[in-house]
């Protein structure tokens, strides 16, 4: 007996994750793709089978019996071969751990502190790729990502929040508390920074010049140079608050904002992903703890002053 022609993987694969999320724009979002793109994928997967799989009305979608009964099946298949896949990628003959971190995080915080990880973890080979925002997992082979939750990932990553995010103004010492005379640093991909501060705080904005930065890390870069006062993360500059080579009179607040470990896969595997998530957590924690900041998510003051 002929065995029965089934449905193009990629279009079951889009169907699902439509289903899951329950919208084409969040799936197009999930898949890194166009709405349209879903969309037609979700078509052509009807017309296949001949048989509508969702009711479309005043632009929201809604699965119809047959939707129902397809997405039950798809959303078992698609856990089981991401669970064998990774299962696979995780086994003994493979111990590299591909992280994706955000530009800022790895080079003022991660990679410092990759002798500590490879002294808690030797058998653990870390593949550390340096991007931000959305990403797509499949396609680039990530394992493991560490992002601010500055932007929508979709309902089908499993996450762990690591932190909170605190922030505030850093410079090179002398800095006084007032903050005056001092050059005003801005980066583009963090814009708001000053005035999320300035809100929380109450504080007067500066009075004088200012420069801007395309990056946040260029920013912090240029406070360390002695360049004037950046909007800093307080993981970003434990260690240069350590030494005196930065000061932060105001101490520092939460922005609202956190950081997080996201993952196509189950960040409690027992494997690779699971020691590595843990290991970043206790290592933010204790830089946290060092510089006196709460790790509570109820509301907390301004921290004390970091100054050396």
């Given at each position: ?24 724009i ?42 129902r ?7 078992a298949?698609?856990e ?18 591909v ?13 410092p502190?990759?002798p ?74 963090r ?14 904005a ?45 101490g ?57």
């Amino acid at each position: 007996m002929p065995a029965m022609k089934l449905p193009p993987l990629a279009a079951l694969r889009y169907f699902d994750v439509a289903a899951t999320t329950q919208s084409f724009i969040r799936a197009a979002e999930c898949l890194h793709v166009t709405h349209g793109a879903v969309s037609r994928q979700v078509r052509l997967l009807e017309e296949s089978l001949e048989v509508a799989l969702f009711e479309r009305r005043n632009r929201a979608v809604f699965l119809t019996s047959a939707g129902r009964a397809l997405h039950a099946t798809t959303q078992a298949i698609f856990e089981q071969l991401e669970s064998t896949v990774q299962r696979l990628k995780d086994s003994d003959d493979n111990p590299v751990l591909v992280v994706s971190c955000e530009p800022t995080i790895a080079m003022r915080w991660l990679i410092p502190r990759l002798p500590r990880l490879n002294a808690a973890h030797p058998d653990l080979q870390l593949q550390l790729v340096a991007a931000g925002g959305p990403l797509d997992f499949a396609r680039t082979g990530v394992d493991i990502a560490i992002r601010r939750d500055d932007f929508h990932w979709g309902m089908t990553l499993h996450q762990q929040k690591i932190c909170d995010e605190w922030i505030g103004p850093v410079g090179r010492p002398p800095l006084s508390p007032k903050l005056q005379g001092h050059r005003q640093l801005h980066s583009a991909t963090r814009p708001d920074a000053w005035a999320t501060w300035l809100r929380l705080t109450g504080e007067t904005a500066i009075a004088g010049e200012r420069s801007d930065f395309e990056h946040f890390y260029l920013s912090i870069q240029a406070a360390s140079a002695g360049l004037g006062v950046a909007m800093a993360s307080a993981l970003m500059v434990r260690d240069e608050l350590d030494t005196g080579q930065l000061q932060a009179p105001l101490g520092f607040v939460r922005d609202g904002s956190a950081y997080h470990l996201l993952s196509p896969c189950p960040l409690n595997d027992a494997g690779k992903r699971q020691r590595f998530a843990e290991w970043v957590k206790q290592e933010c924690q204790g830089c946290l703890t060092h510089l006196g900041l709460l790790q509570k998510d109820d509301a907390a003051l301004p921290s004390p002053p970091q100054v050396r």
